[in-house]
């Protein structure tokens, strides 16, 4: 029997009609959470993501800004934007968007931002309250597979989980959160050998490396939940990190590419910055 799509499209949308609630109440009491997204350059995929995300913060009612900066912008000057979007009381978040051209050093630019501001939950200090099981603002594609799965009512506490990728993005607090909910966790990697006798032994199984079809049907345990994080553009279209038709002949639960993760990533942005919005007006902690 096919597996039953994970559907994080509606998921996703569901999200985002409870947070237009919230937002109205939020404003009528003189909060409007805002998002500061940062474009360096040109790269082709990063200027979807960000119009998506631009959208996306139009449809809840959130005050966005998209500042697009040249290719050749200097670590200087991107630096003191985000300086100023420190300082600015109307911005509760800022997001640089990945990657930046060659010559910035992203480590540098993510350290710049006040970790307050932080939706993405890439600064050093979120990492490790994370790591360390204290609240924190949670990358968002990892915060959106968490809930996908929770609304699916999927467990996670006792199972085997493998992901597949080791990004500071996802892999890396995707495998955080799994633990933190007591499942029994695998890394995998580009240099893992043997991949197969890791992922068919996965009772939840995360593609997110950026390698079109990489996991076929012989990779998969009966039964298995697999998330496919992968967005790779190829001439016939949009496909993810797992050969999705195969794979779902053998899988109990499986998110299509596009409509699974990638609309989840944008719901949990939107649920990040208004919880730094909450927070910089000394209401609730940051959490799932
Ligand atoms: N590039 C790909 N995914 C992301 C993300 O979640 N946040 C940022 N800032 N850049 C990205």
Redesign the pocket.
């Known amino acids: 029997m096919a597996a039953k799509i994970l559907d994080g499209k509606k998921v996703a949308e569901e999200i985002k009609t409870s947070l237009k609630e919230e937002v109205t109440r939020l404003k009528a009491r003189g909060l409007t959470p805002g998002l500061a997204v940062v474009l360096v350059g040109e790269d082709p995929a990063?200027k979807v993501?960000v119009k998506q995300k631009e959208k996306a913060c139009e449809e809840v009612g959130f005050a966005s800004q998209v500042y697009r900066l040249p290719e050749d912008t200097s670590e200087e000057s991107l630096l003191q934007l985000i300086n100023e979007l420190n300082d600015d009381r109307a911005v509760h978040g800022i997001?640089?968007?990945?990657?930046l051209p060659g010559h910035l050093d992203a480590n540098q630019v993510i350290q710049a931002i006040n970790p307050a501001k932080d939706v993405?939950g890439?600064h050093p200090f979120n990492v490790g309250r994370l790591a360390a099981g204290l609240a924190a603002p949670v990358?968002?594609?990892p915060r959106g597979i968490i809930h996908l799965l929770e609304a699916y009512n999927i467990p996670i506490a006792g199972r085997h989980a493998v992901v597949v990728g080791r990004s500071n993005?996802v892999g890396k607090p995707l495998a955080q959160l799994l633990l933190a909910r007591d499942a029994t966790v695998t890394v995998c990697h580009s240099k893992t050998g043997n991949l197969t006798s890791f992922t068919r032994t996965a009772d939840i199984l995360v593609a997110a490396v950026g390698r079109p079809r990489l996991i076929t049907r012989d990779m998969v345990k009966l039964g298995a939940v697999v998330v496919d994080v992968g967005i790779n553009r190829l001439p016939e279209g949009m496909v993810g990190d797992v050969d999705f038709e195969a794979v779902r002949e053998v899988a109990d639960y499986i998110t299509p590419v596009p409509g699974g993760v990638g609309p989840l990533?944008i719901a949990m942005l939107l649920r990040n910055t208004l919880e730094a919005a909450l927070a910089g007006q000394g209401g609730g902690p940051p959490g799932e």
């Open positions: 990063s993501y997001l640089v968007q990945l990657p993405d890439f990358p968002c594609t993005i990533t």
